[in-house]
């Protein structure tokens, strides 16, 4: 019998009316949506349902949307008695991990996801840094480009490293502009600009960091029920006090995506659940390894049809 992990997305998956079908069908997501609001003292439910678009993409908004929409959906997946051997998310989806492991409380959550995502937005003036995709060229070819340019003077670094052939850099507006020119040369298909507010999971976001360790000491983090497989390192982890740690280093650090996927199949993992908006981490998962099966959480009716699938009806 294999093992299922619930995976969950991240910023830039968010659309205007996400969750809103689960929280007129299951009264406790719509109380998730609900907590959400009266946690953080503003409407985040009117922003997910009815934007504009422009106002959800903000960090401080898609961070504790995305991360509300997706409990909010796992709701019917509980009440049917589906659960995870793992749990793992994208970046801020790892937030989403903790709370379905039983590591955080969600009010606890979406407060401190809305705060990292004001952290992330202050960290650096807007338009001193950015991010771009690269597609076609291995991760030490691109490390080594990055490290080249970066003692050129011109900070960018790997920040998420997604599957084979797709690995995102982070830094500042010239270091990634040279990086991407770099990579060009040394082989790589495309680099491709992303329209992102901040150099995220990059040094120059140790300032938010920082203040984030504050919020994250506020905040309630027990041990685990379900082991979370972590960004940082790609490794499962059930503890408080690694949870503690690890957060703080996501900030700043690469999301080791691909090691993760590898990770949970290697732990007998065959079948991946994304539960959010969008189907971008199926995506990511199959391009690591086609002989997984990937299934998504995304409305009342996708959520069904898994129910099923999972109970083998």
């Known amino acids: ?80 008695g589906i659960t995870p051997d793992y749990t793992a998310g994208h970046s801020l989806g790892e937030y989403t991990a903790l709370v379905a492991s039983g590591a955080i409380d969600f009010e606890d959550a979406v407060y401190a996801v809305h705060k990292r995502g004001v952290y992330m937005e202050e960290a650096v003036p807007d338009g001193k840094g950015t991010m771009a995709a690269v597609l076609g060229l291995d991760r030490d070819n691109l490390q080594s480009v990055c490290e080249s340019v970066t003692e050129e003077g011109d900070a960018v670094q790997l920040a998420n490293i997604n599957c084979p052939g797709q690995i995102v850099i982070s830094g500042t507006v010239a270091g990634v502009q040279k990086a991407g020119e770099k990579a060009k040369e040394q082989g790589a298909k495309r680099v491709l ?34 082991p979370v497989v972590v960004n940082v390192t790609a490794a499962p982890e059930t503890t408080k006090e690694a949870f503690q740690e690890k957060l703080i280093e996501q900030l700043y650090s690469p999301v080791l995506w691909e090691d993760t996927v590898q990770k949970l199949i290697d732990l007998g993992v065959d079948k991946f659940v994304e539960i959010g908006p969008g189907k971008v981490l199926s995506g990511l998962v199959r391009k690591v390894d086609r002989n997984v099966s990937t299934i998504s959480v995304q409305d009342p009716e996708s959520c069904q049809q898994v129910i099923q699938l999972l109970r083998g009806e």
Do not use: C, W
Not at 5 to 23: D, E, L, R
Not at 52 to 61: D, V
Not at 195 to 224: C, T, W, Y
């Open 1 to 80: 019998m294999g093992k299922i992990a619930f995976i969950f997305p991240g910023q830039g998956s968010q659309t205007v009316g996400m969750g809103k079908g689960a929280a007129e069908t299951n009264e406790k997501a719509k109380k998730i949506f609900d907590q959400a609001d009266l946690r953080l003292g503003y409407s985040l439910s009117s922003i997910i349902f009815e934007g504009p678009q422009e106002k959800l993409t903000l960090t401080a908004n898609a961070q504790p949307a995305l991360l509300t929409t997706s409990i909010a959906l796992l709701q019917s997946m509980s009440e049917a």
């Open 193 to 226: 600009p992303l329209q992102v507010s901040g150099p995220f999971h990059s040094s120059l976001m140790k300032p938010a960091a920082e203040k984030f360790s504050n919020i994250l000491n506020e905040i309630s983090i027990r041990d685990a029920s379900v």
